[in-house]
């Protein structure tokens, strides 16, 4: 079963900058694939790593953040095995980066 892990497709999130205790929601084409608490700057660095074996691209992807009530969407044409890098500007907007694609 593990081996079946180690072969499995997924979407790697890190939170970089910005972040202070927020509430993370991450949506994959409409439905919640991951909610994180307590997500900070200051702490150590948090990773959502989403296993992507039935979702074939393209991947509607929502990033929420519900208590400071913003979003981002962003379409991802092939999720499997994509680093991507989100922070927080000082007036709450979500940035984000794809920093590379692994095949």
């Avoid at 970089?16 to 700057?41: P, Y």
């Avoid at 150590?44 to 992807?61: E, F, K, N, Y």
């Amino acid at each position: 079963m593990s081996h079946a892990l180690s072969t499995q497709a997924t979407l790697q999130i890190s939170f970089q900058e910005g972040f202070s205790k927020d509430e993370v929601h991450i949506l994959l084409n409409g439905s919640e694939s991951c909610r994180m608490a307590e997500v900070s700057t200051q702490s150590p660095r948090r990773t959502a790593i989403l296993g992507l074996s039935d979702i074939p691209g393209p991947v509607h992807m929502e990033i929420r953040l519900p208590f400071r009530n913003v979003s981002k969407s962003v379409q991802v044409q092939d999720p499997r095995h994509l680093l991507l890098d989100v922070s927080l500007s000082p007036e709450s907007e979500i940035c984000y980066t794809f920093l590379r694609h692994i095949n």
